[in-house]
Each structure stands twice: as structure tokens, then as C-alpha cells.
């Protein structure tokens, strides 16, 4: 038996030796154990599950294919859009999708320069969401033009025309701000793959897999100064992104807020805009982390305490997308314009009431369900609750421009959008293009940063003196010391702690 | 561990980065030169069913543009003339020419000869040809030195960014009233300075030709 002395330092031991606070991996696992763990789904057979899942989203992604087909045969007149509705679904889409690669960047950038360290468990699989949707959200400004064998002309490239862009228009600006973070997130993921694509590479069997993950990590050794330039870039490449978080939605944002539309003609849109994005994101990411924890068993390192953190982060946003929602109606009656009290009354009550209210709902209300800890500490309830706020989120788009829209300055002109099947298949078939995505991401590459994990581990601070975990062979333990932990109320590692007191 | 790539492939990172930074700069390049209507369209030179020369007609026989295209300073077109055209001469002179049987047979036939056209614009661009010269823009600025072609061949490239040259800056390509159709005169060598004419009704800054989209694309 341990005295309560002697416990408590173990417990200290085990903890960060810096802040004191409880291990963020549990299980208390070997630096062994977590590259078993993370490798495990990518080196071992294709599992029948997986299959089935690939199966369906390239099946949803075909969709895509052939919407995307008839779309350019046809032009837009396939979709329901029409003046004043000039757009609808396409752009809605297209906010919503860059608003969801929110998360990753934020993740692995902001929280990476202020130190938080359950960023690591989940900044791979968001960082990798974040791309896949950016390239979702590409496809529907690329595709709105109609005719896309111009969509060059966004760009401003030089020309037989003498014809730019215009660079007062914050739709060029958009374009920039899009490319630009979808190229530095990308730039910023990879570069953050490099040594687990190269530990992938020392692990495998065949000649084929070693080549090709050899030539992915792009001569990785480990050597300290490899790590130290590593060290180096992800800092600058952080430093670099953390703006991107903010602008490109601010920019996204400009779209609407520079027209002299009522309902899009305000100040607000900037910062109402990022909150709702990063809102978004995170998520889109709980959603997915919450059945890749638990089907892939990693339930130690993507913990309750990582989804509770995320919890409280859409919370936060939630809570300024609401706060922006109420501010939207005084702004509107305090201005005492009345085309804009028109429009805000129209919104809420309007022929489009049942849109805005789900988006209210969605938004507003579910978030905030998360101040019960029994709630935000509950994956079911997460995964569901992130759900709402997805849909809520399309519809906060799909509300601010359908709205602003459909009432034109002259009534004659009034119009009310319905989607024809073509808006709902391309957009339901971008899904198959970012699931099919995160498919081949969840069987090729390590879903989770092993040496980053690692690093928050207790035993790799150099001054950890406690004892070194054993290397545990049996498959997966991890998911009994969680129940454990879970069960003696705190998140100590049980087994750790009984492993100790033999001794 | 041992090793799977031989030395060399320690380029490859750098080359890869290296390509990736000059591919899209090549690719610009590329179109911007080789894309342009200045290389693809410029010397197009289709063969036509009768052999008729600009050279020597508007050449060396000196003939007025608008005795055949009679049409360009009234109608949007400069108008190919009709085999009668031809035969108001061609009556008399080489009556019975191989060269000529395809217009003596439209003569007799009246339908058309097919003429391949040379100078084109796409449909969405429109194009008057009497307001050009009213304006003061002769054929050549245009068209080049048609008197000199055995066969008539595009010799300005006709993009976007060409006409708009002009639109920005017409001082430059105007010139007198008389000289229209002259094919040699050089509004710029011959020093000629439009607001100082007489005959000119409207002033160059007057003229406001459109540099607006619908201007053209209508």
C-alpha cells in the first residue's frame, strides 16, 4: 500500500512537470506504443468497414462527377437560381465549406503558437479536414462562372484582352485569400507529415510502401538538426497562418459586407464571420474525431478532455454567432433605415422563417447545452450537438443570402428560390468528395502526429525521473485504462499508478 | 537501416521546389506568347476559289477600296462584292481567262462565289465599319498593306487588347478624310494633326471611342 504522501508524488511524477495537470495521454503508453497505435489501421489489412465506407463516398463523389458534368454542358440555368437569387446554393456551399477548414489551421496554428498542448492528438486529422474542404470549397466558385473554361479570368494573368481584374472588387480579393490558405494549409500539413511519413517509411515491409513513403518524407533522418529546422519552420509556417485564420473569412466576409444590399451592408460580417467559421470547423472536426477515436481505438490519445475542450470552444463561437445574430436586429431597427428593418424582419419572418429559425436553433440554442458537463463530456451527445451545428451553419449562409436577395428594391421583382435536384445533388456530392478524401487519408496517412504526441507524453520532458512505461505488446489496452481512469472519477492513468505501486 | 535511394535523388527535393516555382511562371509564358492571337491568327492566309489579287488591282491598277467594297461607309459591313462587280471589267477584259470561270459562272448561276473570309471576329465582338471611318481610320490600320498582297492575308492580330490600344489612344491611327483608303499615307510620318483640321467636325477627345464592355459586346 502506498502512503498518501508517496501517491500524491507519483502523481505529480506522472503529471507535466511543469503545469502539474494530469497527463493529456492515457494509459500512460510507451513512446513504442503510440506509433503502434497510430500506424496500426495504416499497415494492417484494408478492414471490410473501410471498404464499405470508401465504396459509399466514391459513390456520392460520382454524383458529384455528374452533376458537375451536366452543370458545364448546360450552364447554370440547371440550378434554381435566377435574378434576383443571383446566388444561392453555389456560394452558400462554397462559405460553408471554407468556413468548416477553419479548425485545422486554427488548431495547429494558434493553439500551436499559445502552447496548448491537446492540440497534437487532433491537429493532424483537423489540419487534413481543413484541406479536403477548402478543395470542396473551390469546386463552387470554379463552377458558378459556368462557363469554366474562363475561370481563368479570376486570376489576374496577363492577356491578349489587356483585361484584369478588378482589384477593388473584394471577389479578387477572395480568390487570392482562398489559394493562399488553402496553399500555405497544405504546405503547413505535409511539412508536419514529414517525420511520420518517415517513420511509416522505416517500418515497412515491402519495397513498393518503402519507396514510396521514402520518397514522401523526402530524406528524413531524425537527425537534431533535421528537428531543429523542423522546430524552425513549423514556427514561421504558424506565424503565417495565423493571420490566414482571420483574413481569408474576413475577406469571404467582404463578398457581402462591400455590397450596398441590405442585410449584407454591415460591420459586423468580419468578425461574426471568422467566430462562425472557426465554429464550424470545430465542428466538423468533433464529428469526424468522435468515430475515428473509437474506430480506430485511439480513445487514449483523442480523449473526453480533447472533445470537452473542442465543446467549450464551440460554445465560445456559438455564443458570438448569437450575440451577432441579436446585434444584426438592433443595428437594423437602431439605424432607423427601413429597407434594412425590411429585411431583418423579413428574415425572421418572412417566407424564408423556417430557414432562419433552424439556423437559429441550430446556432444559438444547441451550443449552449454544452454548459452541462455531463453533456460536453459525452461523445454521443458532441457528435450530435455538432451535427446541428453544421446544419445550422449552411443555413446561417443560405439565410444571409437567399434573404438579402430574394427581396429586391423593386417589388416586382420579388422572387422566391426553391433548389432544383441539380443544386442538391452537387451539393450532397461535395460531401463524397471530402469523405472519399478523408478515406483515403484515415488508410494512408498517420491520422494522429506521432512525434508531436509524443512530445506531451510525461516522460519526454527531460526532467521526468520516474520510471519509463514498459513496452505493453497486447493489442489494445488502451480502451480498459481509459474505463478505469474514467471510473475512479479523474484522469490519472489507473493502470500507471497500480503498475507503480507494485514496485 | 539501410539505404533506399541512390545519392543523386538528394536533388530531388530542391529540382521539385524549383520546377514548382518556374511551371507556373512557364505556363503563363506560354499562353501569354503562343496563346496570343498575335502568333495564331497573324498570317492566316486561306486559299481562295479564284485567284483574285489585291496586288494588281488595288496595286498597280491603283483601284479605289470602295469601288469594290462599297458598302464600309455607310453599313457596319465593308460588303464583298457581288460577281457583277467583276463583270462591269471583266466583260472586256480577259472575257475568257480559266482563272476567271468560277465568276463568270456565278454571273450566269447568280449564286455566290465562296469567298473564304480572312479578317474575322468572333460573334460576340460587334464591329462597325462606318463609324471607323468616319472617325478617320484607314483600311491599312486595319487591314495593312492589302495592295501589296497577291493574297490577302491577316496581318494585325485583332485581339481584345489590340482594339483597345486604339480606343485608349486614337490620336495616333486617325487621319485625314481624303486619305482613307490611301494605303500609303502615315498619319504619323505625314505629321497630321486631326484637331487642326478643318474638315473634321468633332475633336478627338469628342470621339470618346467605348472602352466599356458593352461597347462591343453588345
Partial sequence: MLTKNQAQEQQLQLSDPIDRRAPLILGNPSFNKITEDICRPIEGKTHVVWWLYFFMAASILSILGGALGHLIYNGTGIWGLNNPVGWAWDITNFVFWIGIGHAGTLISAILFLFRQKWRTSINRAAEAMTIFAVMCALIFPGVHVGRIWVAYYMLPLPNQMSMWPNFRSPLLWDVFAVNIYGTVSVIFWYMGLIPDLATIRDRAKGKIRQIIYGFLSVGWTGSARHWMNYEKATLILAGLSTPLVLSVHTIVSFDFATSVLPGWHTTIFPPYFVAGAVFSGFAMVATLLIVVRKAYDIEHIITIRHLENMAKIMTVTGSMVGYAYCLEFFIAWYSGNPYEIFIFKNRAFGPYWWAYWTMFTCNVVSPQLFWFKALRTSPVAIFIISIFVNIGMWFERFVIIATSLHRDFLPSSWFYFSPTIWDILTFAGSFGLFFTMFALFLRFVPMVAIAEVKSVLPQADPHFEGEMPKDDPSPAPARKAVAESEEEGDLMPATAVARQGAH | ?218
Fill in chain 2, 1 to 218: 537501416m539501410p539505404v533506399i535511394f541512390p545519392p543523386w535523388t538528394n536533388k530531388l527535393p530542391l529540382a521539385t521546389a524549383a520546377f514548382a516555382a518556374i511551371a507556373p511562371v512557364g505556363a503563363i509564358v506560354f499562353f501569354w506568347y503562343w496563346g496570343s492571337p498575335a502568333f495564331t491568327d497573324v498570317g492566316y492566309q486561306p486559299i481562295q476559289p479564284v485567284p483574285f489579287s489585291h496586288q494588281l488591282h488595288a496595286g498597280q491598277l491603283g483601284m479605289d477600296c470602295r469601288y469594290c467594297h462599297n458598302a464600309v461607309e455607310r453599313s457596319p459591313y465593308a460588303a464583298v462584292p457581288p460577281s457583277e462587280t467583276c463583270m462591269n471589267c471583266h466583260k472586256l477584259v480577259l472575257k475568257d481567262s480559266v482563272k476567271l470561270a468560277k465568276v463568270r459562272e456565278s454571273h450566269e448561276t447568280g449564286k455566290a462565289v465562296e469567298w473564304v473570309r480572312v479578317h474575322m471576329l468572333p460573334d460576340y465582338a460587334y464591329f462597325d465599319h462606318s463609324v471607323h471611318l468616319a472617325a478617320g481610320v484607314g483600311c491599312a490600320s486595319c487591314h495593312g498593306r492589302v495592295d501589296q498582297m497577291k493574297l490577302v492575308k491577316q496581318e494585325k492580330p485583332l485581339s481584345m487588347g489590340w482594339c483597345l490600344e486604339c480606343h485608349r489612344a486614337p490620336e495616333k491611327h486617325l487621319r485625314p478624310k481624303s486619305e482613307i483608303t490611301n494605303m500609303e499615307y502615315d498619319p504619323v510620318k505625314a505629321g497630321y494633326k486631326p484637331d487642326e483640321d478643318p474638315d473634321r467636325v468633332r475633336k478627338v477627345s469628342q470621339l470618346a471611342p467605348p472602352i466599356h464592355c458593352s461597347g462591343c459586346h453588345r
